[in-house]
Protein backbone atom coordinates (compact mmCIF):
# COMPACT_ATOMS: atom_id res chain seq x y z
CA UNK A 1 0.00 0.00 0.00
CA UNK A 2 3.01 2.67 0.98
CA UNK A 3 4.64 1.58 -2.93
CA UNK A 4 1.05 2.43 -4.14
CA UNK A 5 1.13 5.37 -2.61
CA UNK A 6 4.36 6.58 -3.49
CA UNK A 7 3.96 5.43 -7.06
CA UNK A 8 0.78 7.71 -6.91
CA UNK A 9 2.51 10.90 -5.50
CA UNK A 10 5.21 10.39 -8.43
CA UNK A 11 2.71 9.52 -11.15
CA UNK A 12 -0.37 11.31 -10.98
CA UNK A 13 -2.36 9.44 -13.43
CA UNK A 14 -1.67 6.72 -11.83
CA UNK A 15 -4.85 7.99 -9.27
CA UNK A 16 -6.63 8.20 -12.24
CA UNK A 17 -6.02 4.84 -13.42
CA UNK A 18 -7.04 3.63 -9.85
CA UNK A 19 -10.13 5.15 -10.16
CA UNK A 20 -11.38 3.74 -13.35
CA UNK A 21 -10.02 0.40 -12.27
CA UNK A 22 -12.09 0.89 -8.62
CA UNK A 23 -15.28 2.15 -11.41
CA UNK A 24 -15.05 -0.74 -13.59
CA UNK A 25 -14.92 -3.52 -10.55
CA UNK A 26 -17.67 -1.27 -8.72
CA UNK A 27 -19.53 -1.71 -11.79
CA UNK A 28 -19.04 -5.49 -12.48
CA UNK A 29 -20.43 -5.92 -9.05
CA UNK A 30 -23.34 -4.22 -9.45
CA UNK A 31 -24.33 -6.18 -12.57
CA UNK A 32 -23.86 -9.56 -10.86
CA UNK A 33 -25.94 -8.64 -8.04
CA UNK A 34 -28.12 -7.53 -9.80
CA UNK A 35 -28.18 -11.11 -12.23
CA UNK A 36 -27.99 -13.50 -8.92
CA UNK A 37 -31.27 -11.16 -7.91
CA UNK A 38 -33.01 -11.92 -11.28
CA UNK A 39 -32.39 -15.36 -10.88
CA UNK A 40 -33.60 -15.63 -7.24
CA UNK A 41 -36.88 -13.02 -8.32
CA UNK A 42 -37.93 -15.64 -11.37
Known amino acids: ?6 YMAVN ?3 LF ?12 FVLVV ?3 YVLWYY
Open 34 to 36: LYV
Open 17 to 28: TLAIELFLIHLL
Open 12 to 14: PLA
Open 1 to 6: MFVLIT
